[in-house]
């Protein structure tokens, strides 16, 4: 979303290919999505990444996380207008989200790293909860004592602050199915903080 489609394709390119100059033994790719194209650029252009790190034949483990909890309080991400407004508004407050912290994304990365004989190839999309904007807000209400702040925003003015892809993902995920299964992280990481459990460390 910093260097647009072309130009975050352009950098994963040139990591590849020093990857394969280098001769690593295990690249870990920080992919996201589905895992197939679906028009979402930020999505779709690690595909085209991930495509010529195979033509490269490199070693590679593909780490797939759909949505940060972060999204949730990181100001970069302006979440009064993004994650309490907007979000909801054009995904659907009710839709299933599929949920993962940072610090979880980063101790399943140093695992994967660990062990290669086990995750060399493996293509493992991440979520340790299942929860809709709805609940998430409804959780943050129950652990923080009120709700969180809400600015309502039109989509359009929003688009003037970020990349337009943004809004364009959560318009797709308004109406397509997206993997909802939670074993394939806990089984790498069992204590995979829920939301709940996230949110509790955010009061501290």
Same mark, same amino acid.
């Given at each position: 979303?910093? +260097?647009?489609?072309?130009?975050?394709?352009?950098? #994963?390119?040139?990591? =590849?290919?020093?990857?394969? @100059? =280098?001769?690593? !033994?295990?690249?870990?790719? #920080?992919? =996201?999505?589905?895992?197939?194209?679906? #028009?979402?650029?930020?999505?779709?252009?690690?595909?085209?990444?991930?495509?010529?790190?195979?033509?490269?034949?490199?070693?590679?483990?593909?780490?797939?996380?759909?949505?940060?909890?972060? $999204?949730?309080?990181?100001? #970069?991400?302006?979440?009064?207008?993004? !994650?309490?407004?907007?979000?909801?508004?054009?995904?659907?407050?009710?839709?299933?989200?599929?949920?993962? +912290?940072?610090?979880?994304?980063?101790?399943?990365?140093?695992?994967?790293?660990?062990?290669?004989?086990?995750?060399?190839? =493996?293509?493992?999309?991440? @979520?340790?909860?299942?929860? +809709?904007?709805?609940?998430?807000?409804?959780?943050?209400?129950?652990?923080?004592?009120?709700?969180?702040?809400?600015?309502?925003?039109?989509?359009?003015?929003?688009?003037?602050?970020?990349?337009?892809?943004?809004?364009?993902?959560?318009?797709?995920?308004?109406?397509?199915?997206?993997? $909802?299964?939670?074993?394939?992280?806990?089984?790498?990481?069992?204590?995979?903080?829920?939301?709940?459990?996230? $949110?509790?460390?955010?009061?501290?």
């Amino acid at each position: 979303m910093i +260097s647009g489609f072309e130009g975050e394709v352009r950098q #994963g390119k040139n990591v =590849a290919d020093a990857a394969k @100059a =280098a001769g690593i !033994a295990h690249l870990v790719h #920080g992919s =996201a999505g589905t895992g197939y194209e679906t #028009g979402v650029g930020s999505w779709d252009s690690k595909l085209a990444v991930r495509e010529h790190m195979r033509d490269l034949g490199l070693p590679v483990t593909e780490l797939r996380p759909m949505a940060f909890m972060e $999204l949730m309080t990181d100001r #970069g991400y302006f979440p009064p207008v993004s !994650a309490w407004h907007l979000m909801p508004k054009l995904m659907g407050a009710d839709r299933p989200v599929v949920w993962i +912290s940072v610090d979880d994304l980063g101790a399943i990365a140093a695992r994967v790293f660990a062990d290669p004989e086990r995750f060399l190839g =493996a293509d493992i999309p991440l @979520a340790a909860d299942v929860r +809709s904007m709805a609940e998430c807000r409804e959780l943050w209400r129950e652990v923080m004592g009120k709700p969180p702040r809400r600015f309502p925003m039109p989509v359009w003015l929003f688009e003037r602050f970020v990349d337009p892809d943004l809004t364009h993902m959560w318009r797709w995920l308004r109406t397509e199915d997206i993997p $909802l299964e939670t074993a394939p992280t806990l089984e790498i990481l069992p204590s995979a903080a829920t939301v709940r459990e996230w $949110l509790i460390r955010q009061r501290h």
